[in-house]
């Protein structure tokens, strides 16, 4: 498999009252098409500004100052603004965690997704694109589709909304789908839903997916590939499966260890003690170290993503101890 | 909104009316000096003709039956007569009011025109120079004298350049035939393009006077709700379409920072309505607010009476079409 995106050191910084900070630090990650790639790691760690920094939607005056962005071999970083925003709703799509606020509510679910197909000039019209329109909201799932395209946001139930906005998403039949979130603000079985759309997409049309969650539980079962983020660094990455048994990083390991398990579930949670660095005030070592039980006085030393194994890497100087 | 909801949301405006109308009746009623002695200042009226007038007046009844003749007469639209016009009140007010309307929709019309462009370019271009710029200008807009720069405006582009009339509202040779009172309708009507930019010029500066306080305050409204939206998800997600920057701005972003820009500019145009007296006697604009000064300086009781209840009135209305419109404008909300 090529990449059909692929990131090497990227580095966006956002200035604050309290100095600079770089929200994503040196992130490495390929995915490839029809592949879903897992994005962990708790909040705060750097998830969105990494793939925000991917669409070219980083706000100011937050600013992506170093790295590489090849989307289907090009820069995106040196690619006009004009040709990016032609990508973006066409190539590489964005769904949200909230519809509620993704959708705008002065328009239409129709008017939403007529604009974006216009746009891209899949219709010349936005009276032309509704057929379009109502077909992609029944693909996924909307009953009487056609009838509600006319609908507010606001009419929408929850479940629907998301659903809708994940249509709009996908209405320029992008290739590479960013997904933050997108089932966070649902139940249990909106949650699967979901998620099964997605799959689907991604078997049948060859979406790529970059699915960012917190779930672990919902990457073991949908992603091939897991990527763990730590104060805006990747700081493991690998197959699902073989991460999820055998972590080749504390912090994954913490994270692990705090996950209820269904075939076990009165083992003990143990959330891992002490807090995230300030992003504001990290040294080149370790970022893990204040809470790490591995750490040895060389981890305050720059610590390099390095391979720790077949297709893994790790940032741990003492991956290969790590069980 | 549904009907029932309007229907519900006028009667709520009845209180205030009443409580308005209360306070206008006391206001004059209980303003020390005799009106029938004013009245009959000059004449050489006897005690008995002096009573005669006070009953007429209905001046000896107890307060609150007067209240209620008040009342009832201010329903339809009886505000008696006008001392020194010796024609009806209700009569010499409509007159003027359609040059006041004017003024103040014109003013309204330049306020929104300068304020929406600079509100959102200040927002996109948030903690620029621009931005500085900008919010400094405004902060000297909103706190501008309106006599003072009235009559600045005068010298400089009336006296000094010539290019405005200094003062009233047409040339004395204007002859164009009444229909809506609003002389750039009336003008039109008659198909005299010459009498419309006549009205227009004598429009101009009285209109900027009293619309750039206006525009300064409404640029500030502007630019916080634009920023605000600025930040929302919405706008991301609609920029993540790939969609032009410009639709963004000017459709997903606008249309939802306008919302409550429409409610401000509502409210403001009844502050307008009833706050261009120094703007129509600088200008020597013949509306209803210099007939007011006018008639508070004559002690034209009967009238002022009869404006600031119409003041108070049109101020109550616009709130409540500016509640409508919040409502229109804004699926999410059913009032
Ligand atoms: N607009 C911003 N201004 C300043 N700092 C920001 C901004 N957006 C994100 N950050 C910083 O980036 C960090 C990571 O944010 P984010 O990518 O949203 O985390 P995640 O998606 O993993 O929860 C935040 O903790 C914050 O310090
Ligand atoms: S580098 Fe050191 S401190 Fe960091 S995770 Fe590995 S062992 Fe822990
Ligand atoms: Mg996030």
Redesign the pocket.
Known sequence: MSALLEVRGLRTV?P?RRGP?A??DGVDLTIAAGEALGVV??????????FLSVLGLV?PP?RVVAGEIRFDGRDLRRLPRAELRALRGRQMALAMQDALSALNPAFTIGQQLCETLVAHGLARTEAEARPQAAALLDKVGIPSAAQRLDDYPHQFSGGMRQRAMIAIALAGRPRLLVA?EPTTALDVTLRAQVLDLLDDLRRQDGLALAL?THDLAVVAERCARVMV?YA?QVVESGPTAEVIVAPRHPYTRGLLESLPRLEDPDRPLHPIPGQVPD?ARVDAGCRFRNRCPLAVPDCAKPVPLAEAGVGRLSRCIRAAEVA | MTASRLVERLLQTLPVLFGISVIVFLMITLTPGDPVEIMLADSRATPEQAEQLRRDLGLHLPLHERFLVFLGNAVTGDFGVSFFHRRPVIEVILERLPATIELTLAAMLLALAVAIPLGVAAAVKRDTWLDRALSAASLFGVSLPGFWFGILLILLFSVTLGLFPVGGRTPFDLEVARVSGFLLVDTLLAGRLDAFAAALRHLALPAVTLGLPTAALLARVVRSSMAEVLTSDYVLFAEAKGISRARVLLRHALKNALIPVVTVAAIETGSLLGGNMIVETVFGWPGLGRLVVESIFARNYPLVQAAVLLYAVTYVTLNFLADVAYTALNPKVRL
């Open positions: 956002f604050t900070v929200a994503a790691g708790e909040s705060g760690s750097g998830k969105s500004v990494t706000r937050g933050d960012i983020m805006g992003l």
